[in-house]
Each structure stands twice: as structure tokens, then as C-alpha cells.
């Protein structure tokens, strides 16, 4: 049973590329979310999703783009790296059923930009 | 808005001492209560959660937590620590809003547990 799958593990970026971040999940859950996480700062929302077809932003979503196509793929995709999105990104889904439900997670990128 | 309150960034414990990770939210409404932990290069697992009735609740590897609704307060408790709990703790909340917008967790709680 995979779970919450994020890839790569590990990217080094250099100030402006491109780059996008993979997630899936094989739960059929509805809720997929991608957070980040900085020293003494826990987990940040980026972008969050209903369900395939319908994102929203987070708490912290400039400098990132998302989309979902299928239920279960949720790519984030960073158009231009900055130096200020170094961070560990963390990818989790949860069931339709709302604020109740816990969330999986993944194992995390972590992603280095120079 | 929600937040989240871990007061130790850090907690270091002897093994076999007892531990409690302090855990306040703001919210005053009906609330879905969390800890999860992180065990280094990995992602979050969930120890446990309130979501109604009990307000102790039992999770796994002997964790458990008792929600306070007056002092709106979550905190974790263990009676005896072992090296393997060394890990962060994160306390999470939700409310009855929309998924996403409501769901807040805390800074982290770093627990060493020493030999």
C-alpha cells in the first residue's frame, strides 16, 4: 500500500528555473493539500484541493501553481525558484468528509534553490 | 483565524521519565484536535486525535492526550519515553469550515529523548 508518493526526494535548483514537484496518491481520497515546512514555522498551506478539477489557495501560494487533473495526481509546480521557497514540501490527502478527517502524508521534497 | 500554540520548541527528557508537549488553540468554536509526529526525513504520522465524546484520548506508541475545552488546551502525554519517541510533535486543529482553509498546525515541539 504506497499511500501519499512525492518525487523527487531531493532538487537543487538554481534562482529562476522551473521546476514541478509530483504527488499521487492510490487512496481515491478526494482532498489532496501541499504544505511547506520551515524551521519553527510547522506547516504552511500552499494550494489545497476538492477534487479533480478544483483548487484554492493556501496560506502562503505566490510563486506556485497547481492543477488536478485526475484524483489522483496533484502536481506543484514553482515557475521561477527563489531562493525564499528552500523549504521541505509535504504533500497530504484526506477523504471527503472534511475538517474531521485526518490527513496522509507524504515523505517530503526536499528542494535547495542557489 | 485559527492558531496554534506549542509553548517548548524543545523538550529534552531522560529515557523511562515521563513528558508533556503543551498544545493551545485559539479557537473557541467546535474543534478537531491532532498531535502527529515526524520522525527524521519522513513525513508526518498521526499519533492521535479528539473529534468528540472521551475527552482522553489514546493514540499509538503509548501516547495519549486530554482535550480541555475551558483552557483550550490539547497536550500529549507520555509516563515513559524511550529513545525511539525522539522525533518532533506537531499539534494540529480544524474547525467545522471548509477543508483547507481550516485546517492550522502548530510550530513543532522537538523531543530528545537521552540515554
Known amino acids: 500500500n504506497a499511500g501519499v508518493t512525492q518525487t523527487p526526494k531531493f532538487q537543487v535548483l538554481k534562482t529562476g528555473q522551473s521546476m514541478t514537484l509530483q504527488c499521487a496518491q492510490d487512496?481515491?481520497?478526494?482532498?489532496m493539500s501541499w504544505y511547506r515546512q520551515d524551521p519553527g514555522m510547522g506547516l504552511r498551506l500552499i494550494h489545497y484541493?476538492?477534487?479533480?478539477?478544483?483548487?484554492d489557495q493556501g496560506e502562503v501560494p505566490n510563486g506556485y501553481n497547481v492543477s488536478r487533473s485526475t484524483t489522483e495526481d496533484f502536481p506543484l509546480r514553482l515557475l521561477s525558484a527563489a531562493p525564499s521557497q528552500t523549504s521541505v514540501y509535504f504533500c497530504?490527502?484526506?477523504?471527503?468528509?472534511?475538517?474531521?478527517?485526518?490527513?496522509?502524508f507524504g515523505d517530503g521534497t526536499r528542494l535547495s534553490i542557489l | 483565524a485559527q492558531s496554534v500554540t506549542q509553548l517548548d520548541s524543545q523538550v529534552p527528557v531522560f529515557e523511562e521519565a515521563p513528558v508533556e508537549l503543551r498544545c493551545n488553540y485559539s479557537?473557541?468554536?467546535?474543534?478537531?484536535l491532532f498531535w502527529y509526529v515526524q520522525y527524521p526525513n519522513q513525513g508526518l504520522q498521526l499519533l492521535l486525535k479528539?473529534?468528540?465524546?472521551?475527552?482522553l484520548v489514546k493514540g499509538i506508541n503509548g501516547f495519549e492526550a486530554e482535550f480541555n475545552k475551558s483552557q483550550t488546551s490539547f497536550h500529549l502525554r507520555k509516563p515513559s519515553v524511550h529513545i525511539s519517541d525522539t522525533a518532533e510533535y506537531f499539534c494540529?486543529?480544524?474547525?467545522?469550515?471548509?477543508?483547507?482553509?481550516?485546517?492550522?498546525f502548530g510550530p513543532g515541539t522537538r523531543l530528545s529523548v537521552l540515554p
Open positions: 497530504a490527502s484526506s477523504t471527503r468528509g472534511g475538517a474531521n478527517q485526518p490527513q496522509h
Open positions: 487512496m481515491n481520497h478526494e482532498y
Open positions: 484541493s476538492v477534487g479533480a478539477g478544483i483548487t
Open positions: 479557537s473557541s468554536v467546535s474543534v478537531y
Open positions: 479528539y473529534l468528540s465524546g472521551s475527552t
Open positions: 494540529a486543529v480544524s474547525d467545522r469550515g471548509n477543508y483547507g482553509q481550516n485546517f492550522v
